[in-house]
């Protein structure tokens, strides 16, 4: 196939594939085209399978703002990085910032100081 009409079959598939997807006809498509009918065939089978089993989903908005900031070159800041760490991180940090002030209540309530041993500066006695 030259080129031209590597074009021509491109143009004919996605209009072939725009009809189906709108319940239209595609055999007066086809009629049009200067492609013969065997050429497209077998493609027309593939483009109305894929067109019978593949179903449009609408993706989420976070997914939507997610590859936005993506493809834009955005960094995350740390309020989306926090957000969207699993929920047991979450829970760790929660219980670590809870013990680290009991352990600092614990230590005013009881009292314990740094150790404030004697030091003895004399020099030792030579026997």
Known sequence: MSSSSDVKMQALLDAVTVALQ???DIDKIIRKSSIPREDVDGLVDVIHSLNANLIPVQP???FAEQLH???MGARPNVVNRVVQMP???H???ILAVIIGFVLIIYRRIVGVAPSTQEVNTEEPAIV
């Open 60 to 62: 989420s908005a976070a």
């Open 22 to 24: 709108h319940d239209d």
């Open 69 to 71: 900031s993506e493809l």
């Open 87 to 89: 929920a047991r991180v």
């Open 91 to 93: 829970v760790a940090a």
